[in-house]
Nanobody, 112 residues
Framework: QVQLVESGGGLVQPGGSLRLSCAAS????????MAWYRQAPGKQRELVAT???????NYADSVKGRFTISRDNAKNTVYLQMNSLKPEDTAVYYC??????WGKGTLVTVSS
């Protein structure tokens, strides 16, 4: 079985920072792509950032310059460093590995 464990969500003030982590266990294949998605209440899930082996990371326009995605291939772990957070970043953030595997989500709330 595959299990993804996320951590790092919470409540922060605008301008603050959070670092999300997602560690996968039970993965028995080469993971080429890791990504972070988010879904705000009443809105559709959107892609935030993705990183693929041999390629530079990609980011949604709304987070460029503020968020950084990174990975530890040996541990099948993906991170999302979020800086200069804005209220519109408030959402449940989901990690995705190898396209088919999802975390349960971690809530990020940005509010003063």
């Amino acid at each position: 079985q595959v299990q993804l464990v996320e951590s790092g969500g919470g409540l922060v003030q605008p301008g603050g920072s959070l670092r999300l982590s997602c560690a996968a266990s039970g993965i028995r294949f080469k993971v080429d792509t890791m990504a972070w998605y988010r879904q705000a209440p009443g809105k559709q899930r959107e892609l935030v950032a993705t990183v693929t082996r041999g390629r530079s990371p990609n980011y949604a326009d709304s987070v460029k310059g503020r968020f950084t995605i990174s990975r530890d291939n040996a541990k099948n772990t993906v991170y999302l460093q979020m800086n200069s957070l804005k209220p519109e970043d408030t959402a449940v953030y989901y990690c995705n590995l190898g396209t088919d595997y999802w975390g349960k989500g971690t809530l990020v709330t940005v509010s003063s």
